[in-house]
């Protein structure tokens, strides 16, 4: 004991010194061209602490006038998020997450190195709440608030609710995620001061995390490293701030209370889990032999013999089981769930794999939302960061079960030998400018931001400001390019706008739809040129729909064409959570070469900030979460070169 606690105060003594050190250096300036990112400066990371510096973003103002006919002020600081507090003072934000010790506390410790005051002409534009749409198809849609408490210029009696809480910087735990405990920094630089009509503005601030612990358990060597490295140690390692610590600050292996089992367990432990009704095993077997003969340790159950297993509601024996499976089996711990099976949200039909309901987060659903990723989350106590990948092929036959799984094999061993996979769609709906959508920009820059050796091609339908070649005015012509487009195949293709479960987009005089799942989905015949499908929208997901056949579902079963994964909503959701995950997946993929659909997705989620975290649960993939993206880019193996004719006069 006398042991640890010397090694304690040498470790404290150390980042004592190491900070001393860092705060000597951090008094040089940062560069201009670094202070309106969003991601922190980090100075120093050890066993002990970290500390790192935040710039406030270099934001514009432009006036604007609120719902109530007033003028306001907005403010725009590109790349940053906005606080959402409906009704007050809408504000940009960063956050970051670190890898904490699993044990022990997490403190913090702010200095503002800079602040000033800025005036102001209006009072800052406040958040607006969200709501449910008039045209379902529309989604969510902004409303006017705003709190009058909020933006009152006399003295309160007591103070504000934000003004008694207000901090530069918060600490939040965020979850666990694969043994790992990780806790988000948050930084809200400007606070509006309605009685100066100004804000005040942390410049330059400097945050120290401490880590530390009873009996100094939280030590490396007193924690049991994963070895093998499990495939999510390297998502954590491209997004927290101290990737060091991402193998060290692990809690060993068996940490999950586990349900008991008989059912025999596979004696080698197991990589890839498949769950289907027994009617399935034959056609997903070819499946199974496909990613064992890849290296993965698979193993196969059905429904039936997991209900017979654990009693009461199904979605709680499928979760007990995967537990089980997860904290039980043979290490390395079970990293990939394959459902294969339909399931609806009311339990109505026939249930072959039921979805894990959860209460919807918007309280639009009476009977809740479907949300797979709660049947993987394992560590902590119920957050929502996954601790496993996982998928679902949502078929009803074993025909339908039979098409989908060799749609992933074609893609994976058989691929279409031209270049097909360096195109990547963009397609996008109209916007309402008045309610702040940006669905074309947002698109467009996703676009410019392709790297090199892929080309995009974009259809936007547009109702203002339709001046580019690639926006459409009219519906009918937007509709034909898209599925033209599509019929094309690519690597990706991806939309974003408003949607229903059936369609893409309206044209908000005609109702008619930009691309429907009866009309459209039918006449793609791409062959093996399969995108996948990120989308970046509401509702095209919901797989658990009891009343018809949703949009991506019928993509991904459609025989000749559609899609060999597709990833969306099964419910409502904000554009700032779907731009973020979209652009986070094509970041790993394409810039990272995270090619697993699984880890890629995984990146992506652990990006979101605070507003959008529902979308941890509600966002879904249908397809493998083992399969690899194809970016193996095949030349044409014959050109032909035409001679130029030009005529003269």
Known sequence: ???????????????????????????????????????????????????????????????ATGGDGRSYVALDAPGWTESGAPGWPQLPVASALLVAPPVGDVTLQVQVLERSRVSLSHPVLPAPKMALADDPSAGLESVWARSEFAYSTRPPRSPRPQESVHQWVTLEEAGWM????????????LRFDPAGTALDVARHVRVTLRFSGKENRFFP???????????????????????????QFALPERTVSAPASTLADPPGGADYLIIAPAAFTSAVNPLASHRAAEGLRVHSVTVEEIYAEYAGAHQEAIKSY???????????????????GDGTEDGSGVQHVPPYMITDPWGYEADGVAADNRYVTMDGPDDQIADIFIGRLPVNSVAEANTVVQKILDYEQNPPQYPWNERVLFIAGHENQANGEEFHDTSDWLYNSLPSGFSGRRVYFCTQGCTQPYKYDDMTMAHDVALGALNGGGLIATFEGHSSDSQWDYDPVTYAPLFHVNNDVPNLHNGGALPVFVEATCYSSRFAYPNNETL??????????????????????LDSGHESLRERFFYATLENSVTELGPAIGYAKLGLDSKNLCLHDTFTLLG???????LTVVPWTDELFLPLVMRGG
């Open 1 to 63: 004991m006398k042991k640890q606690k010397t090694k304690n105060k040498s470790d404290l003594s150390r980042l004592t010194l190491l900070l001393l050190v860092a705060g000597f250096l951090g008094l040089a300036p940062v560069s201009a061209a670094d202070a309106p990112q969003p991601e922190p400066i980090v100075l120093l990371t050890a066993e002990t602490g970290v500390v790192l510096e935040w710039r406030a973003p270099a934001f514009t103002q432009r006036q």
């Open 322 to 340: 995967i537990a089980h499976a997860y904290a039980s089996w043979t290490p390395p711990a079970l990293s990939y769930v394959l459902l294969v």
């Open 624 to 630: 493998d979460p083992a399969m690899d993206l194809n």
């Open 178 to 189: 694969r043994g790992r405990r990780l806790v988000r920094v948050i930084f809200s630089p």
């Open 221 to 247: 060597e007193n924690l049991v490293s994963r070895n093998p490295p499990d495939p999510f140690t390297p998502i954590l390692e491209r997004i927290v701030l101290n990737p060091a610590q991402a193998a």
């Open 552 to 573: 991506d579902e019928s993509l991904l079963r459609l025989a000749g064409g559609g899609a060999v994964a597709t990833w969306g909503n099964t419910t409502l959701g």
